[in-house]
């Protein structure tokens, strides 16, 4: 299961790989830091899959209140299964305030995740709404002006069998779907995706911070700190650019471990990753290194050398 909301950037595919390597090379970790939270993957899995005490810590105050509804309520919200118009998406991304709604909105209606361009194209939105309308609502006149009959489909109860049904008929040629992934609904796989989280057991103890990096206080008898900073040379994310230099003395100052995930670094490297970046907004995505450094600090057993 792929754990996160989307983010450009995300560490979802990979979050477990990640953990690993951090953790097994630590002996007796009690406190676990992502201070560029982001979409969550690494704090989510972290909180999934160990022990110790997880702290979420975010600078956008719109994915920040996204994770907060998420965290204290066990089921979504009405408006999550809204359609949400190229208006309204411009309309949350220039609030000054930030809520959980802003939040859904940027990151599951903005395409390729960057939260600044509308999620479908003009050309295909309406379609897309018509799906959208049909298989969330049932809408039998949406139905027909997609050119199909499958009124049978509405027997399925639950949204997201019904959304993956759809998608398997939709595949075989029906209707007005005659184009590359058109057959895709990418809002309603995100929502699920969130839906996912919700179903976390220990997420209430998830802590959460909307705080600059160097602001988090680190606390703990072993406290253990990942870093998943905006890659230098990359499109900046919303919250604009981070000074690395600055970040980069910040780390090797700070007298616990601190993980970085980057293509470079001024520390050593102590595992590399293979895979397909997700910055790009394409399912054309080239194929990326980058690597896991680490500032020196912290008892280490388990040495790995590249």
């Known amino acids: ?75 979504l919200d009405p408006k999550f299964y809204e359609w949400v118009t190229r208006e309204e998406f411009f309309k949350q991304c220039n609030r000054t305030d930030a809520d959980w709604y802003s939040g859904f909105v940027m990151s599951c209606w903005s395409f390729g995740n960057k939260q600044s361009s509308y999620i479908y194209g003009a050309d295909i939105e309406n379609i897309k709404r018509l799906a959208h309308q049909f298989v969330v609502f049932g809408c039998l006149d949406s139905m027909r002006e997609l050119n199909l009959e499958i009124p049978e489909l509405l027997n399925i109860k639950d949204v997201q069998k019904r959304r993956n049904k759809f998608c398997e008929i939709v595949k075989e040629g029906m209707g007005r779907f005659d184009l590359q992934n058109q057959e895709r609904i990418q809002s309603l796989e995100r929502i699920q995706n969130l839906q996912n989280l919700q179903n976390l057991q220990n997420l209430q103890n998830l802590q959460i911070t909307n705080l600059s990096y160097e602001d988090v206080k680190i606390t703990g008898n072993s406290p253990v700190i990942y870093c998943d900073i905006p890659y230098k040379g990359t499109e900046e994310y919303k919250e604009g650019g981070l000074n690395h230099d600055k970040f980069y003395q910040w780390a090797a100052d700070c007298p616990h471990p601190v993980y970085i995930s980057e293509y470079s670094a001024p520390f050593e490297m102590i595992e590399m990753f293979s895979h397909r970046s997700s910055l790009s907004a394409t399912n054309n995505a080239k194929k990326t290194i980058e690597s896991i450094f680490w500032n020196g600090k912290g008892d280490v057993y388990k040495m790995k050398l590249f």
């Open 1 to 75: 299961m792929n754990l996160g909301i989307p983010y450009m950037g995300s560490k979802r595919k990979l979050a477990p790989t990640i953990l690993n390597a951090i953790i097994s090379r630590h002996n007796g970790v009690t406190d676990f830091y992502d201070l560029f939270g982001g979409g969550g993957s690494i704090s989510f899995n972290a909180i999934s899959l160990y022990n110790f005490n997880v702290h979420y810590n975010e600078l956008n105050s719109h994915i920040f209140e996204l994770v907060k509804y998420l965290k204290q309520n066990k089921t």
